[in-house]
């Protein structure tokens, strides 16, 4: 099946500091979304993105989707404790097709 | 308020037994689907359903079985030929739009914890 490469697996960063992640895939999306999960929840929605090259902002998270189309990357600007969490980002191949791809997630630790 | 709920949150197994795991939308959403997140893992996608009475395989569908009989109900039965069912099993829902690439954004329910003893 199609994979979604997620990276970095983990990373632990300064409060305040700013937060890149990224997702690539060999395969084109016509959809990326991001997810953020806490400890023992339910994912949920952060951005979702609909066009190539489209760049979409929610409060502190910024995220592009790729002009490829393979990629697609999320940015957290002067993080707080509570951003705390695990990050996903999911893929939906086309009309269609309803199945989201997942990636592994990215582990994010704030120090205060 | 629409949402989707799961239940129970925790549950207990004994080896050998199934067990049925509850998801419930009234978001009106056409597909939902089953995942299973083990620690440190991503999603793997057990089953989903596009339209009441039809619902197709992911990648991981041994050991369990689904039925959508409403569009609001989609349980998951995880069976005793699971060999390794402790796990998080994470339930969503999406609308449905043929021919159309928007508004494709899956929602998820607050996750079933389940635990083999």
């Known amino acids: 099946g199609q994979q979604l490469n997620q990276s970095p697996q983990s990373m632990f960063i300064q409060e305040g500091e700013d937060v890149s992640m990224n997702c690539t895939s060999s395969?084109?999306?016509?959809?990326w979304l991001w997810y953020k999960q806490d400890p023992g929840e339910g994912p949920v929605l952060l951005i979702a993105l609909y066009k190539a090259g489209e760049l979409t902002s929610n409060g502190r998270l910024t995220a592009q989707f790729g002009i490829t189309r393979k990629d697609s990357f999320l940015n957290i600007s002067a993080s707080i404790p509570s951003d705390v969490g695990i990050y996903f980002c999911a893929g939906v191949s086309g009309a269609g097709s309803y199945q989201l791809t997942f990636g592994k997630g990215t582990k994010l630790s704030v120090i205060p | 308020d629409g949402g989707i709920t799961q239940s129970p949150k925790y549950l207990f197994r004994k080896e050998g037994q199934n067990v049925t795991l509850s998801c419930e939308q009234n978001l009106n959403h056409d597909a939902m689907y089953w995942y299973r997140q083990d620690p440190g893992q991503g999603l793997r996608l057990i089953y989903y359903?596009?339209?009441?009475?039809?619902?197709q395989k992911g990648d991981i569908a041994e050991g369990y079985s689904v039925s959508r009989e409403k569009k609001e109900s989609f349980p998951l039965t995880v069976t005793s030929a699971q060999k390794n069912p402790t796990a998080f099993y994470l339930c969503?829902?999406?609308?449905?739009?043929?021919?159309?690439?928007?508004?494709?954004?899956?929602?998820f329910g607050q996750g079933t914890r389940l635990t083999v003893v």
């Open positions: 969503a829902s999406s609308i449905l739009l043929l021919f159309r690439t928007g508004n494709t954004e899956a929602f």
């Open positions: 395969s084109i999306f016509n959809t």
């Open positions: 359903s596009q339209i009441v009475n039809d619902f």
